[in-house]
């Protein structure tokens, strides 16, 4: 007897031994987020026939970018506290699946998850309204006349750039791109440089009369529409090197040159010559370090005319009125506390505004409010890019972090960063249009912030994405798997469906008349899909497996 005991134990000992496995299971299964929030799931494992040993968990994205993180990669009996985390990037917007696989040895289990994530009223993003393989040589986000947002883009074929050497200008109105672009062939008829370089393109500004003004690396380019003319200081003795260029009240170009001695200086045409005033050097040049600029190329020009220039590596501006030259500096009554301005803007109320670089400063920002300087404290321990002031004149700083915005008059700050935001990391530019709306560069990419909701802003939803959120409905789908065709019932006030694979691919579109209807999918894969119910009050999404 006892030798067929062990006959048998010896038969089956391997499907015994077989049978132990685990299950693994996620939830809640599905979550709905707004752009930049988190949705956490709970994963669950349930060990069978006396399964006692590490299940090696990973988590594979169907589609879609961001992040998924789970709390333990290799959890132990009892399997407890087991979390995953999912931050989609703001282009995921829709309903996408992600897959949790569990594995030890020969076995292997898995569950699918959904997140569906919806655009944010507050945040949008869009692509450059001129793409490029490449990158841009030069892009500049500002503003027109009329407060809408501009963005100018130069290419240049000698930096890889697909759009050539051409100038396009996107002015985003009514909810849409309106884009010009023409080529001032400024490479192809501007001498190259003694070792075959071609044209620097730093900036342009367009005057009263129409007429564009290029400022490159070979001197001044003005095209009229139909000629360029070239000025540099082989045919002009007035101009070194020409370092920036801005409108002055009157519509005119002011250019700051510096020539072969370090010397800086503003220059004008007036059409048939032109004149210049030479900057008085502030500060003693110095000798261990002589390749400390004396001026910075940034500067504005108020409603005065009065002209305001940065001081480069050392302390202060310089403000400029006429002929009469003023250093305003920590040692001025009032003083400008700030040791090293990168950026300086002068606003239609008449404030004049200052943005540090680098952190070490105690102020980020500094500004002019009658004849007192007054002084913003720091948000960030990184370096700072841009800074526009709203109506209001909180500013919207930029940083390698994200945006900083200031309240209060610059009492408390605001940080919007990949960790609170949609921004996936620093922001390159930013300007404000006149709606209020804040836009920025980012990544190559156009974001666009508003704390009290998008004005004017298209939010319009792919194929995949979401529409408002009904998170109750009576929709029941069946059977469900479905191998041919499923019944829908409650549908009330639903107006039509779409269906979407796990990657977030429109696959079959269907009107519906009444309160029930059947979606015929034998055409389709098998695989797990996303119905998307649209109605009078929102969407709701669910679930569907097709199994041939």
Known sequence: ???????????????????????????????????????????????????????????VKNGFGGTA????TAPNPPYSNITLTVRPTALDTGTRTFTVTGKNAGLSNSATGTITTIKNALWTTMRLPVQNEYSYPF???????????????????????????TLYTSIFKQQQWETTSFCPQLNTLI?????????????????????????????????????????NNANTPELGEILSVQLDRNGEPVFMSKDDKSIYSFVRYDGTRWTSLILKQQYPPDPYHPEKETFSSNFCIDSSNNIWVACGNHSGIVRVQDTVQELI?????????????????????????????????????????GAEWKHIYTPSSSSFTSFTVDDNSNVWLGSEDGLHRSSDNGTWWTTYN?????????????????????????????YIFNPNGLVDIPLAPTAVEEQ????????????????????VSGLHNVRSLRMANSF?????????????????????????????????TGMVVKSVVVNH
Request: aromatic share 12%; net charge neutral; charged share 15%.
């Open 1 to 59: 007897m006892k030798p067929l005991i062990l006959f048998f134990t010896l038969l089956f000992s391997p499907i015994l031994l077989s049978a132990q496995s685990f299950t693994i299971a996620i939830t809640p299964p599905a979550q709905t987020i707004v752009v930049g929030e988190t949705a956490t799931y709970s994963i669950i494992i349930t060990p069978e026939n006396g399964y006692n040993a590490s299940v090696f968990l990973s988590v």
């Open 69 to 72: 993180v789970l709390s333990n």
């Open 139 to 165: 892009y500049r986000l500002d503003n027109d006349t009329e407060g809408n947002i501009r963005i100018a883009m130069y290419g240049n074929p000698n930096t890889k750039s697909s759009i050539g050497d």
């Open 191 to 231: 001498p190259s440089g003694s070792h075959g370089s071609s044209v620097g393109f730093r900036s342009y500004v367009v005057d009263s009369e129409g007429i564009y003004w290029f400022t490159t690396s070979r001197g001044i380019a003005r095209f009229d529409g139909k000629f360029l003319t070239l000025f």
């Open 329 to 369: 500096n920590s040692q001025s009554k009032p003083p400008l506390l700030m040791h090293t301005v990168s950026q300086i803007m002068c606003d239609k109320t008449g404030r004049i505004w200052t943005r540090a670089n680098q952190t070490s400063n105690w102020f980020a920002v500094g500004y002019r409010d």
């Open 418 to 446: 990949k960790t609170t935001s949609p921004l996936p990391s620093g922001v390159i530019q930013v300007a404000i249009d006149n709606k209020m709306n804040v836009w920025m560069l980012a990544n190559y990419r156009i």
């Open 468 to 487: 408002p959120w009904e998170p109750e409905s009576g929709i029941t789908l069946s059977p469900n798997p479905s191998s041919n065709s499923f019944s």
């Open 504 to 536: 977030g691919m429109e696959v079959l579109v269907q009107d519906i008349v009444g309160d029930n209807t059947i979606v015929d999918i034998s055409s389709l894969a098998s695989g797990m899909y996303f119905v998307q119910f649209r109605s009078a």
